[in-house]
T-cell receptor
Framework: AQSVTQLGSHVSVSEGALVLLRCNYS??????LFWYVQYPNQGLQLLLK??????LVKGINGFEAEFKKSETSFHLTKPSAHMSDAAEYFC????????????FGKGTRLSVIA | GAGVSQSPSNKVTEKGKDVELRCDPI?????LYWYRQSLGQGLEFLIY????????KSGLPSDRFSAERTGGSVSTLTIQRTQQEDSAVYLC?????????????FGSGTRLTVV
């Protein structure tokens, strides 16, 4: 069975500082990995995805994530936080060879301090 | 439509009543998913429809929960005899085909409150 662990339910950074949101996954087969963002009272929006191509994936709003198989990690980063980045972020995993639905982590709430 | 549409956006119901939540996926998306989002619990998978195949119901928490998808498009999630622990945001998503690499498009959700 697949699973996702997001370290830290709440992360707070200063505006302009590095954003690092951690995600570790467990999968018995090669995974697809995703990061989604959820703004208040909205649905989830896809930020970026890893589907076995380049290990460094660039997404929207300046975010990127690196797939590290040896560490079973897919951490999300952004060099400089903006106030508009404040939201809930979810990491998700799925098998890359089947139709199993995405398994989501519990989410990390990002706060950006002016 | 341009996105995944869910209705109602908010629903308050009394304990013991039945509720129906509706999801209208993106036109042409053959896969449809229901998830439940509770505070601090992330997204819990409920049910998955892919084309004309039998749905994957493995995530439904009890037999009070059921869902159907008519004509391969609109889906309705029904919760019978609602309980307070059913209070949550119910999210619907759709994707093109069953391959997971395309990612999902989510609706804005239905916030269900059972009083």
């Amino acid at each position: 069975a697949q699973s996702v662990t997001q370290l830290g339910s709440h992360v707070s950074v200063s505006e302009g500082a590095l954003v690092l949101l951690r995600c570790n996954y467990s999968s018995s087969v090669p995974p697809y990995l995703f990061w989604y963002v959820q703004y208040p009272n909205q649905g989830l929006q896809l930020l970026l995805k890893y589907t076995s191509a380049a290990t460094l994936v660039k997404g929207i709003n300046g975010f990127e994530a690196e797939f590290k198989k040896s560490e079973t990690s897919f951490h999300l980063t952004k060099p400089s936080a903006h106030m508009s980045d404040a939201a809930e972020y979810f990491c998700a995993v799925s098998e890359n060879s089947g139709n199993t639905p995405l398994v989501f982590g519990k989410g990390t709430r990002l706060s950006v301090i002016a | 439509g341009a996105g995944v549409s869910q209705s109602p956006s908010n629903k308050v119901t009394e304990k013991g009543k039945d509720v129906e939540l509706r999801c209208d996926p993106i036109s042409g998306h053959t896969a449809l998913y229901w998830y439940r989002q509770s505070l601090g619990q992330g997204l819990e998978f409920l049910i998955y429809f892919q084309g004309n195949s039998a749905p994957d119901k493995s995530g439904l928490p009890s037999d009070r929960f059921s869902a159907e998808r008519t004509g391969g498009s609109v889906s309705t999630l029904t919760i019978q005899r609602t309980q307070q622990e059913d209070s949550a945001v119910y999210l619907c998503a759709s994707s093109y085909g069953g391959q997971q690499g395309s990612g999902y498009t989510f609706g804005s959700g239905t916030r269900l409150t059972v009083v």
